[in-house]
């Protein structure tokens, strides 16, 4: 699977209906995020249960301040609608491979149970 172009009319959609959702922010002027590209690119096609998207920070730059970029690039992990990752810099082929299979590994009724205790905990 190829990766997708995420804009601020798709984004919502797709955090919403993809079971695993990974999102590099990026920009062309950015040599490492030119470096990470085609590293990301080869995950998405050995992957093909994950959606792989991809946001230019500079044409989306009201949805990379709503997801609070401040470093490119930024890799970002949502699993059930839920964002389970999000690091600044460029991943080697190895530490994107960690970072799929932890989020493909997790316990999403223990994510969402920790969500609530979190919430619980603020409220009360």
Known sequence: MATIEL???NFATHVESDDILLVDFWASWCGPCQQFAPTYE???E???DVTFGSINTEEQQELSAAAGIQSIPTL???REGILVFAQPGALPAAGLEQVIAGVKGLDM???RR???E???GATG
């Open 76 to 78: 970002m992990a949502f």
């Open 118 to 120: 979190a919430e619980d």
């Open 42 to 44: 080869a995950a998405s």
């Open 109 to 111: 009724t223990d994510v």
């Open 7 to 9: 804009t601020n009319d």
């Open 114 to 116: 920790q969500i609530a």
């Open 46 to 48: 050995v992957h093909t």
